[in-house]
């Protein structure tokens, strides 16, 4: 995969250079020793010093472009951005590429590991058996751990183990944390075996402990990873909240209540709207009780969370919100296009809470009255 990168990256970079050179968007690229400096930084790039030499290279290249003609004003000033940016695109894929080799076992590493935990290893060495001598590695390690043999599992470097991970991207103390193994997960936190991992979708131990419910690993866990966002922007708060577990909710506040928003693409959810949004009434009742965290919280697009029920389609939790002694204040909030939640909802169509919005402001103006 990185000899592939590379091979594409130098290919469209040469293109662009010499596309370049041969529409003559650059008089000065005419030169013999500017073309030769350009080539340099082409053939180049891959090398040890790649980014002294881009910068280098693309700094002195770029001061001496200095007469331009006018029709080709509007096309250097486009090169001279563009140029840069890919440069840069192609530099942090293959840094993302090299630091992913720099992660994954080798197969003299694995031999090491399998002959310590005395397990065989597959006759080919490409990569599918790569890839079985990893998963033999793997599981023989965790077996060990869950027997508790952490005599064989100390003749191994933390280092080494921490690169250990399955066909998900789970480590050992990830796997650990996700099963709810405790006496595991303490023994690999305090060999510090994978403490700094994730799994390929960015989760943390913490992540897959709150995923699954288990709150005693909470207490465990939260020192190291409370303010961790997954690929998804996601910290163990939102998704004890979308998973419905409650007490692991309460560890993690109790611990470190958080502001954090998810953004789901269109909207940035707080741990209210992300209750209402998945229908988690206890949650909902549990955060509404904690002093962090307020019924007249606002949502600058949707609005007050009255808006945000409407918007996801949960009647139910609209209700209970109203049942609040202070939720009937919320009927006056307004979003972003200036519509209360009656509006909001008529806006959408949805008649039943048109009309249960319309009677309970009907029957709370009777009461004021």
């Known amino acids: 995969m990185q000899l592939i990168t590379h091979r594409f990256s130098n290919r469209i970079i040469s293109r662009y250079v010499f596309e370049r050179i041969n529409q003559r968007h650059v008089h000065d690229v005419q030169s013999e020793s500017t073309n030769n400096k350009l080539e340099k930084i082409v053939f180049d790039f891959h090398s040890s010093k790649s980014q002294q030499i881009l910068s280098k290279g693309i700094k002195r290249n770029y001061s001496q472009t200095t007469q331009v003609s006018k029709n080709d004003g509007p096309n250097y000033l486009i090169g001279l951005i563009a140029f840069p940016i890919l440069v840069i695109g192609m530099s942090i894929g293959i840094a993302k590429a090299q630091g992913k080799d720099e992660k994954e076992l080798s197969w003299k590493e694995l031999e090491s590991i399998a002959q310590k935990l005395g397990i065989g290893l597959p006759q080919t060495q490409d990569a599918e058996g790569l890839k079985q001598a990893n998963s033999r590695c793997f599981h023989s390690a965790f077996q060990a751990c869950l027997e508790g043999d952490w005599n064989l599992i100390d003749q191994i470097s933390p280092q080494t183990l921490s690169k250990l991970k399955n066909t998900w991207g789970h480590t050992l ?26 799994d390929y979708e960015g989760n943390t131990p913490l992540h897959k402990a709150a995923e699954n419910g288990f709150s005693h690993l909470i207490p465990v866990l939260c020192n190291d990873y409370i303010t961790d966002l997954n690929h998804q922007g996601k910290n163990a708060h939102h998704i004890a909240i979308e998973q419905g577990h409650l007490p692991v909710l309460h560890q993690l506040i109790q611990k470190k209540p958080t502001s954090v928003s998810f953004d789901d693409g269109k909207i940035k959810l707080t741990l209210l709207a992300l209750c209402i949004k998945h229908s988690r009434k206890e949650c909902l009742d549990y955060l509404l009780k904690q002093p962090d965290y307020r019924l007249d919280e606002h949502n600058a697009k949707l609005g007050t969370l009255l808006h945000i029920a409407i918007h996801f389609d949960q009647f139910s939790i609209l209700k209970t919100l109203l049942e609040d002694p202070q939720g009937n204040s919320l009927l006056k909030g307004h979003d972003s296009e200036g519509r209360d939640p009656l509006a909001y909802a008529a806006f959408r169509g949805d008649m039943e809470t048109v009309d249960f919005l319309y009677n309970k402001i009907g029957s709370s103006k009777g009461g004021n009255g």
């Open 173 to 198: 103390l990830i796997l650990a944390a996700a099963e709810g193994n405790e006496t595991v997960v303490q023994n690999l936190i305090k060999r510090r075996i994978a403490v700094d991992e994730t």
